[in-house]
């Protein structure tokens, strides 16, 4: 047997996991886990964080992005409750991510020494494991152990490490079981129902698609179906790129994140084939919407509507089963109305980014980030305003990718995704997306990405205001208190940090900044960029209830909402009206 610290043992079971880099930050309680990294460097990075967060968050990001384990840890008190954030985010997330926290030495545990806490009740709500080893030899098994839960759950995995046990000496030379990060979920799918509900797609009027997370390594499968069934297809945000964003049959999300034609076909649907998620807000569709869905998760059926047909299957194997039926539809007056909604829409969000004359609009931003990015760039999403215009207008069309904190919600997500991003693909272009609000909270990680060398092109779109929340306080006919920010020099702060910062404030700008950001890359810039983005604070229109229908809604009602959102009729007629034309 290999004699080693335990420390540098937990170091190989995660070499042998394939984990080739993790966030955190050092300190008495962790000393001898870190010690043990320093041992195996040239196989796996630390990435020194500047706040515990930011760690978690990275790591719930790389899980995304990748489909493997992210890994953060934390010293013991304070950096242990600093993960929380993160670790959350993967859990709401159904991410694997794993933390290692540490813990006061054994001999003074139990004895109120300084940051001396009971931190396992802690993570019992938050970690599907959560484990405090007792002795040395203990800890590489726990830490594998605690790795193929996460990857089986789906979830979190906490790992407890008093620190003189990582630091004692002890006989390890790996473990014979190999690795084995996919745990096979295919229940056997009945060919009867598969062609049940290729029929009940052919019966339907107005048939629509919705996909979720569970749809999006089928793409083609997707497409396939669409095409074949002639289905207008939206998905969830999370999910947004498991059909190409530009594709004529691709209508975007329904909710606040949505978009008009996504709200409006869906709300005119006659039959929801809901694949591969299970997106909360399903319960607000139509009563009268027969619901067929699809899901690899037994206790994921149902949940969260009613359904008249429940398949339990993955996603993609279904929809390749489903399109070998052979069934076909035509394109009828409702799939022609709903390509032409989804044309002026995307036309009526090209009109408002060519318009500065009161200010640059986010919508300009985002057309300028869509036309500079790269087939496979990768972005990491903040919470706020700003995903609302990044999910309706950046591209995922080709081999794009994104991670966003989806159900979790949590402000300061975009910069450690991006973070994570250009660390597990540092040969691709990579984005973040982040309001001022949300960039404030992490922004002094900045460093990390000084530090490590990561061109990170990080925009910040400063409004001034937590315009998500605004939103809600003008819907609850509230005050506008308490969501005021003080703006910043964000390009400033970034020059001084030993990025690179670039300012805009209206279109001219925004080209010229673009142009440089377009040189830099060129070059091989290994620098972080900051992109201050000064745009007008204008409320992005709610799509989660668009009442433009005539045959629905009040004359009052529809003026409003137009006049609310600058939502024309010659420009953005409403479904209906559209279907009435395309029957004409």
């Known amino acids: 047997m290999t004699k080693m610290t335990a420390g540098q043992a937990l170091a190989k079971v995660l070499e042998d996991w394939k984990i080739d880099h993790l966030y955190g930050i050092t300190a008495d309680s962790i000393n001898n886990t870190v010690d043990g990294l320093y041992q195996e460097r040239d196989q796996i990075k630390y990435i020194q964080v500047r706040h515990e967060e930011v760690g978690a968050l990275a790591a719930a990001a790389d899980a995304k992005l990748t489909g493997k384990i992210g890994v953060s840890f934390g010293s013991a008190g304070p950096g242990a409750v600093h993960l929380l954030n993160g670790l959350y985010d993967a859990k709401m997330d159904h991410v694997p991510v794993l933390a290692l926290v540490g813990q006061s030495a054994t001999g003074i545990m139990n004895t109120n020494f300084f940051q001396e806490m009971n931190q396992d009740p802690m993570f019992a709500d938050v970690a599907e494991f959560h484990k405090q080893v007792t002795n040395a030899e203990q800890i590489p098994y726990v830490v594998d152990e605690a790795i193929r839960s996460a990857y089986a759950s789906r979830s979190v995995s906490v790992v407890i490490l008093p620190d003189d046990l990582s630091g004692q000496t002890i006989d390890f030379d790996g473990f014979k079981t190999a690795p084995l990060a996919t745990v096979p979920q295919k229940p056997v799918l009945d060919s009867a129902t598969v062609n049940d509900v290729a029929e009940q797609l052919k019966a339907a009027k107005h048939p ?143 009109k408002l ?21 790269t087939d496979d760039a990768v972005f990491g999403l903040d919470v706020g305003n700003n995903t609302e215009w990044a999910i309706r207008q950046l591209p995922f069309n080709h081999d794009q990718r994104f991670a966003m904190s989806g159900w979790y919600g949590t402000m300061g997500f975009g910069l450690p995704a991006g973070l994570a991003g250009q660390l597990s693909f540092p040969d691709q272009q990579v984005w973040s997306v982040s309001g001022d609000g949300g960039y404030a909270m992490v922004m002094p990680d900045i460093l990390t990405e000084v530090k490590y060398q990561l061109p990170v092109v990080n925009v910040v779109l400063e409004n001034k205001v937590l315009g998500f929340i605004a939103h809600e306080k003008i819907t609850a006919g509230q005050a506008p208190y308490g ?92 479904f209906s009206t559209l279907l009435k034309q395309v029957k004409a």
Do not use: C
């Open 483 to 574: 969501i005021d920010l003080l703006g910043a020099d964000w390009a400033g702060m970034a020059d001084n940090m030993g990025a690179i910062g670039l300012r805009a404030t209206n279109l001219a700008e925004l080209k010229t900044a673009m142009a440089k950001i377009k040189s830099l890359q060129a070059a091989g810039n290994k620098r972080p960029i900051v992109l201050d983005a000064k745009i007008k604070n204008v409320d992005p229109i709610d799509t989660s209830f668009v009442p433009v229908d005539p045959d629905n809604f009040d004359a009052k009602t529809i003026a409003g909402y137009r006049q609310q959102y600058a939502v024309d009729e010659a420009t953005q007629p409403a």
């Open 353 to 373: 980014a060519e318009d500065d004359k009161d200010g640059l609009a986010a919508e300009g931003v985002m057309a300028a980030i869509k036309a500079a990015a």
């Open 208 to 350: 629509i698609m919705y996909v979720g997370k569970g749809a999006r390594h089928a793409r083609e499968a997707v497409i396939k179906v669409a095409e074949q069934f002639n289905l207008p297809t939206l998905s969830t945000a999370p999910a947004t790129g498991a059909m190409p964003t530009d594709h004529p049959l691709f209508m975007g999300s329904r909710g606040r994140l949505g978009t008009k034609p996504g709200f409006e076909v869906s709300q005119a649907a006659d039959l929801v084939l809901f694949v591969g998620t299970n997106f909360p807000f399903a319960r607000y569709f139509p009563a009268n919407i027969k619901f067929i869905q699809v899901n690899n998760n037994l206790a994921d059926l149902g949940k969260q509507r009613d359904a008249d047909t429940t398949v339990l299957a993955d996603a993609g194997e279904f929809l390749t089963n489903l399109a070998a039926t052979g069934v076909t539809r035509p394109e009828t007056a409702f799939v022609k109305a709903a390509k032409q909604d989804k044309a002026n829409w995307d036309a009526w969000l090209t």
